[in-house]
């Protein structure tokens, strides 16, 4: 599984993005999908999760009722709608995949993208 991460940019505080992440193969629907970001000089944390059918999502409190996690399987890709964003949201976001189920630690996912930069002025 091939992962593309992209959607990444400049934005100011209380702003919105939305990231994508694309992948290849055809078991994209099979997999949780997730999300994590990691800051400079910190150590990568946990964003979002969803799980293969959509139905289920597990959020980071920092981030929760601000990012919205959503996926479509027809498309093979999965994306994290970002508001009200803060400057302590900058960081390079990284999606990821793993079979089974949801999990917010990174260490279980077997597939990375190459992340993009997400930078919030103040």
């Known amino acids: 599984v091939q992962l593309q991460a992209f959607g990444g940019g400049l934005v100011q505080a209380g702003g919105s993005l939305r990231l994508s992440c694309a992948t290849s193969?055809?078991?994209?629907?099979?997999?949780?999908m997730g999300w994590f970001r990691q800051a400079p000089g910190k150590e990568r944390e946990f964003v979002a999760t969803i799980s293969w059918s959509g139905i289920n999502t597990l959020y980071a409190d920092s981030v929760k009722g601000r990012f919205t996690i959503s996926r479509d399987n027809a498309k093979n890709t999965v994306y994290l709608q970002m508001n009200s964003l803060k400057p302590e949201d900058t960081a390079i976001y990284y999606c990821?995949?793993?079979?089974?189920?949801?999990?917010?630690?990174?260490?279980?996912?077997?597939?990375w993208g190459q992340g993009t930069q997400v930078t919030v002025s103040s």
């Open positions: 193969g055809r078991t994209f629907s099979s997999y949780v």
């Open positions: 990821a995949a793993k079979s089974g189920g949801l999990n917010t630690y990174g260490r279980n996912y077997n597939y």
